[in-house]
């Protein structure tokens, strides 16, 4: 099962201390590269600016491309 994720749900998985379901639910997360840069950015509290610093293996980052208006 391919998993794809949101800031939102890591930040608060971190915050209360349960990052470690996703691992456990689904082996790997894929998050697109602008959820690894909302993740790190200044108005992110520190503990998830930290943890982004140092993503974990299990956490794939990966650039989207945005198809064009032909292709949809």
Excluded: F, H, K
Excluded at 8 to 30: A, R
């Amino acid at each position: 099962m391919i998993v794809v994720s949101d800031t939102s749900p890591i930040c608060y998985l971190l915050l209360i201390g349960e990052i470690e379901l996703l691992p456990q639910l689904y082996g790997q997360v894929l998050i697109p590269r602008i959820v690894q840069q909302e993740l790190s950015n200044a108005r992110s509290p520190v503990s998830v600016q930290n943890w982004s610093n140092c993503l974990p293996e299990w956490l794939v980052v990966q650039t989207l491309e945005i198809p064009s208006n032909n292709e949809i």
